[in-house]
């Protein structure tokens, strides 16, 4: 049925009803028209008015779910569908805006892909020219200051000292940025060998308590849902050191029913009523591109402040190399 002949039925029976009741109702209208029957004919309009708000409430029930879920549908957060009942153009109306989310959802892993692997490979560049521009030039002045300062005589042999303390740690920091933005220890080593490395350099630089949990027989995956995890557990801890003002921080990763599960929890404020950033939008993007599962929540299951923060990533085994 049409909403045009939806909208028609629904009127028809709460005026036939009221004919009806006109009929055969023992209830007569007086000139001029008595306060009793006044009465009686301003309660049946009230009576009739409210049956037709009723019954029109519920015959466009289905526009009122579309529209709820059109104002708070997050395309980061996929399979947001409407049931389907009946037929006519209402049912059509819904299954179309099924199928409109179902493109969108697609469109944006997408374009999400396209973005990620860019910034990606703009990051092996940068990596790359640090390595190979500025790390050699700070290494050849690290040995200049060297050979200066072995061949100098106090005070200035000193003060050259100095300057290849600053030096060092100067090359030790562009050696750091080199590894955040490119982590070859993941395409040497592994994904357990990465995230382990990433924990420790995270403890080291923060003062933060990190407790690591790690499983050994993990099940291989594509270097592509390895750098997601990787990504992930990266951006997790820099909010947690950021953001969170936690005191320790639990990363642990492991296999569990036909997936990996890669979990950071630290015991910071929270999240809270909080807006997500654009670092937890990001890391939404990553795991949509590898069909992954993202939940942020706190440990104890609440949204209180001060309860700390959970992310829990799930990868399917479908990942797995065959």
Avoid at 86 to 95: I, K, M, Q
Avoid at 240 to 258: K, M, N, Q, T
Wanted: net charge neutral.
């Amino acid at each position: 049925m049409s909403l045009y002949w939806r909208i028609f039925g629904l009127n028809a029976v709460v005026l036939g009803t009221a004919t009806a009741l006109l009929l055969w109702a023992p209830v007569t209208v007086s000139v001029p028209v008595l306060l009793t029957e006044a009465v009686i004919l301003v309660a049946g309009l009230g009576v009739m008015l409210v049956a037709n708000a009723a019954l029109l409430r519920i015959g466009l029930a289905p526009l009122d779910r579309v529209t709820r879920l059109m104002t708070t549908v997050d395309l980061l957060r996929p399979g947001q569908r409407l049931p389907v009942r009946g037929g006519g153009e209402v049912a059509e109306l819904v299954s179309t805006f099924n199928s409109m989310l179902e493109r969108l959802e697609g469109e944006r892993v997408a374009s999400s892909a396209r973005a990620i692997l860019a910034q990606e490979a703009e990051r092996r560049r940068i990596a790359q020219e640090l390595h190979d521009e500025v790390g050699q030039s700070m290494t050849a002045v690290l040995l200049a200051l060297k050979r200066a300062s072995d061949e100098a005589s106090e005070p200035l042999r000193g003060e050259l000292q100095q300057a290849q303390e600053i030096t060092r740690g100067s090359l030790d920091e562009v050696r750091r940025l080199v590894r955040r933005l490119r982590p070859g220890v993941l395409d040497d080593l592994g994904l357990v060998s990465a995230v382990t490395s990433l924990a420790t350099e995270f403890a080291t630089h923060t003062g933060l308590r990190v407790l690591r949990r790690f499983d050994s027989d993990l099940p291989a995956l594509d270097h592509e849902t390895e750098l997601v995890i990787y990504r992930v557990a990266q951006e997790s801890l820099t909010n947690a050191a950021r953001h969170a003002e936690a005191r320790r921080v639990e990363v642990s990763l492991r296999g569990a029913d036909a997936c990996v599960v890669l979990e950071v929890s630290d015991d910071g404020r929270g999240l809270g009523a909080a807006r997500e950033g654009a670092g937890l939008r990001g890391m939404r993007e990553r795991a949509l591109l590898i069909g992954a599962d993202l939940d942020i929540s706190s440990p104890d299951g609440t949204s209180a402040t001060g309860t700390g923060t959970r992310i829990r990533l799930t990868v399917p085994a479908l990942r797995k190399q065959s």
